[in-house]
């Protein structure tokens, strides 16, 4: 396999410098499973386990490789195996809090240079879910396409195009029926040779029709959505790095029903740029736009220059915001804590002797 198809770099090859003289590779991983990954590299594909030494340096989810990520390698050629010595600094990650009440976070794919959000133009239209992925893919690093699949299926298209446009500011949005194999040039794109596109929706949006249609084969199962909400089951279980014949290559992950807010400030008010001009004209700096005098957000809302369930949208997800900040401080905390407990106990051991 070609490197330079694989999405290789300077950026990589910049942190690669100092290992590129001795016995590593580079690869990068295709298919994580619970223990071992597929990695492809210059050698082919390759069944790989990461080292002891990475795996107790590693204190949470992040630490460990995930799809997309350049890992620094040992090759057994006649095993077709390979070892992980070290991931390479990350170009980008879209991430989301893991399920649960743990405050940990979860990397979806790595290293990516375009996220394809996708939503259905069928029942289960959502536009407050456009904006949940909005922010997380501002936080990402990468730059986010609005993919709306599923037009065959749509009465409305106009309108629909017209709410997205009003949720997500300057993203570009394409409309395509993937079954029918219509509106699908518009994605090749962004799918030029080493370029990576990740595919983020619900279950049932048709990613992995999507999927197969780019790749030109069946290389993902497909279900049918239910017919009482439009909803899917989850047809794709693995995230997996898939080459396509255009020499991009695309990330397929399992739809996201939950989608756990794993972000800063910044998202927020990439994603509700229209809301955040709104505050700066507001009469006081720290105002909450409740009842303040001078407050020019609940003037746009009384004028219907704001919708109201945008702002909504905007209040809760700044909540979860500044939850989640709460909680990683509290884990800061109590992980200084731990390490100073640790190094009394050393201590006193060593007294002891």
């Not at 069928?122 to 037009?151: C, H, M, Q, T």
């Not at 290559?249 to 001009?277: K, N, V, Y």
Request: neutral net charge.
């Amino acid at each position: 396999m070609n490197l330079d198809f694989l999405g290789w770099s300077e950026f990589f090859a910049h942190s690669f410098t100092v290992y590129d003289k001795q016995e590593f590779n580079v690869g990068r991983v295709a298919i994580e499973y619970k223990n071992t990954y597929i990695v492809y590299s210059d050698k082919g594909e390759l069944t790989a386990e990461i080292t002891g030494k990475l795996r107790h340096q590693a204190s949470q989810a992040q630490d460990f490789p995930a799809v997309g990520d350049w890992v620094i390698i040992q090759v057994r050629e006649s095993e077709r195996r390979a070892i992980i010595h070290k991931i390479l600094p990350r170009k980008s990650k879209f991430s989301r809090k893991t399920i649960g009440s743990k405050t940990e976070e979860q990397i979806v794919a790595a290293n990516v240079d375009t996220v394809f959000l996708v939503c259905g133009l069928d029942g289960d239209f959502n536009p407050r879910r456009i904006e949940r992925y909005l922010i997380l893919a501002w936080e990402s690093g990468a730059n986010p396409v609005i993919v709306l699949n599923k037009a065959d299926l749509c009465n409305s298209l106009e309108d629909r195009v017209s709410e997205v446009e009003a949720v997500a500011l300057g993203v570009p949005i394409l409309v395509l029926s993937a079954t029918n194999n219509q509106g699908l040039d518009a994605l090749k794109a962004y799918l030029q040779p080493g370029q990576t596109v990740a595919l983020l929706g619900s279950s049932g949006v048709g990613k992995s029709t999507i999927t197969n249609q780019l790749k030109e084969a069946a290389v993902q199962a497909v279900q049918p959505v239910r017919k009482n909400d439009d909803r899917g089951r989850h047809t794709t279980t693995n995230r997996e790095l898939i080459l396509l014949p255009t020499g991009g290559l695309i990330i397929d992950t399992p739809g996201m029903r939950e989608i756990q807010i794993w972000a800063g400030d910044e998202s927020l008010q990439e994603t509700f740029a229209d809301i955040e001009a709104l505050a700066i004209e507001c009469r006081f700096r720290n105002c909450q736009h409740n009842h303040e005098p001078g407050c020019a957000v609940q003037q746009a809302l009384n004028d219907g220059e704001l919708d109201y369930s945008r702002f909504l949208s905007y209040q809760k997800l700044q909540k979860e915001l500044n939850y989640l900040v709460r909680k990683q401080d509290q884990r800061a905390q109590l992980a200084e804590k731990e390490r100073w407990k640790k190094i009394h106990k050393a201590l006193r051991n060593h007294n002891k002797r």
